[in-house]
């Protein structure tokens, strides 16, 4: 760690732990104010996120919760902390006709542009549900009345990415839309929980506590376990003023440790593609490698399953994901998908009968070539199968070896590309015969050039 590290005293940090453990054991729960307060639940939860999640706020958590959010619902990996972000409730459809509003939208781009870059478009539900043609109305939707700067409205078709997700209680009925990504308010508040929990002295005691108060009330509408109280929040401070040399030290190792996985994430994503070619012929199979910035949308695939039937430079897309994020270093795996990526420009196109390709392609995975796809999934030994919507389609998760993580986690990704890209499976062809009947069936017409079948070693 460096000639400026501190010597750990572990004499100290084992009474730290020991009186940590013993408040811990003695914490109460008593109820949250979200409990008592009048007003409708959706209400204030919709009007405490959009303070907790705007960056220019003054609660002091900076654009660190946003980015968390962001993650949880599976919106794309976006540098906020580089961009200028601004968020909205009750916004309005930008349409004489309708009187159609979302509960909360998030935009962020360059602050010197016109039009934002990307948005998040959020419908939240705590016990009602969803109105008739609620979500449809808002994914139909093509302006919406949103102030960037000088701009008074925001254009669907001007942003490069966006997201649209229904946030609901667990056992609630899904979006009407497919074009929604349902979360539950379970997921949200375990990964904000886990976030704060291992931040507790970074951030102002105030926003702490407020925040804490309204992960309980989150945990109270799925029916979880209640989280910290506000008595003993105080004693856990008491006890940090105590030994703050000792959290020190520790903090001081955990970011060197954030430092190290981000280097190796970085390092597998510069050069598992190389790892591949030495072992496969990519070109000469007429494979491509999917390059990104980020560790998380790595992936491969047939140059034939990356369409762009509108020549807009928004693809259909059918590809192996291989990400090398920090998160699965951390858990010592690496999680191989074949992926289908939703929500994209080019299903904003009307087809007959309103079906986007994904839709139907989805449609044919659960129905008619159900039975011979499990049967090959069923011999890949998979760990999950989502076929009936699009995003992570098929997962298989491969163990990683903590003594060496570099070294296990090329072997693993070798591994993957040959059990699903190789000669000895069908699941390729049958996935093939899915995209061309899919792709006609909702454009018209066969997709371009050929494809060209397995991926061979060199």
């Known amino acids: 760690m460096g000639e400026e590290s501190l010597e750990l005293d572990t004499e100290r940090i084992e009474n730290f732990i020991d009186r940590y ?5 003695q914490a109460q729960q008593p109820y949250g104010v979200f409990s008592f307060l009048s007003g409708q639940r959706e209400k204030k939860y919709q009007q405490t ?37 601004e968020i909205e409730e009750e916004v309005h459809v930008a349409d004489d006709n309708s009187d159609g509003r979302i509960d909360l939208v998030i935009c962020g781009g360059q602050a010197l542009d016109d039009h934002p870059d990307w948005a998040v478009f959020l419908e939240l539900k705590v016990g009602a549900d969803e109105n008739e043609n609620q979500t449809p109305t808002y994914a139909a939707a093509d302006r919406w009345q949103f102030t960037w700067f000088d701009s008074t409205e925001i254009t669907v078709d001007e942003l490069e990415e966006a997201t649209y997700v229904y946030v609901k209680k667990a056992l609630a009925d899904p979006p009407e839309d497919d074009e929604f990504d349902a979360v539950d308010w379970a997921a949200i508040a375990e990964t904000f929980d886990n976030r704060l929990q291992g931040s507790l002295f970074q951030y102002p005691n105030r926003s702490v506590i407020q925040f804490t108060d309204f992960i ?18 105080t004693e856990r401070l008491k006890l940090y003023f105590e030994y703050d040399d000792v959290i020190q030290q520790v903090e001081q190792a955990h970011r060197q440790f954030e430092n190290d996985f981000d280097d190796v994430s970085k390092y ?7 790892k591949i070619r030495d072992r496969f012929d990519v070109a000469e199979s007429g494979w491509k490698v999917r390059s990104n910035d980020s560790p998380k949308w790595q992936g491969l695939m047939p140059e034939y399953w990356d369409q762009d039937p509108f020549g807009w430079d928004s693809t259909i897309a059918l590809y192996f994901r291989i990400p090398s994020t920090t998160e699965n270093l951390r858990n010592q795996e690496l999680s191989f998908q074949l ?11 009307t087809f007959e009968g309103e079906r986007s390709f994904n839709t139907v392609f989805t449609e044919k995975c659960t129905g008619e070539y159900e039975e011979d796809i499990r049967t090959e999934l069923k011999k890949l030994d998979v760990d999950e199968i989502e076929m009936g919507r699009a995003s992570a389609l098929v997962t298989k998760k491969y163990d990683l070896d903590p003594e060496n993580l570099v070294a296990s986690y090329f072997a693993q990704v070798t591994t993957a590309v040959d059990e699903f890209c190789s000669e000895s499976t069908q699941l390729l062809t049958l996935m093939n015969s899915v995209f061309e009947i899919s792709y006609e069936e909702a454009f018209g017409e066969q997709p371009t050039g050929e494809f060209t079948g397995t991926l061979s070693e060199r």
């Open 216 to 233: 309980q009330s989150l945990q109270e509408t799925e029916n979880m376990d209640s989280p910290l109280d506000e008595d003993e929040l």
């Open 339 to 349: 992926r289908l990526p939703p929500q994209r420009k080019v299903h904003k196109q």
């Open 268 to 274: 597998l994503t510069d050069r598992w593609a190389d």
């Open 49 to 85: 996120l959009k303070y907790f999640l705007d960056p220019h706020k003054p609660h002091g958590f900076g654009d660190t919760l946003l980015k968390v959010f962001l993650e949880v619902i599976g919106s794309p990996e976006l540098n906020v902390a580089a961009q200028h972000v």
């Open 21 to 25: 453990l013993e408040i811990d054991r």
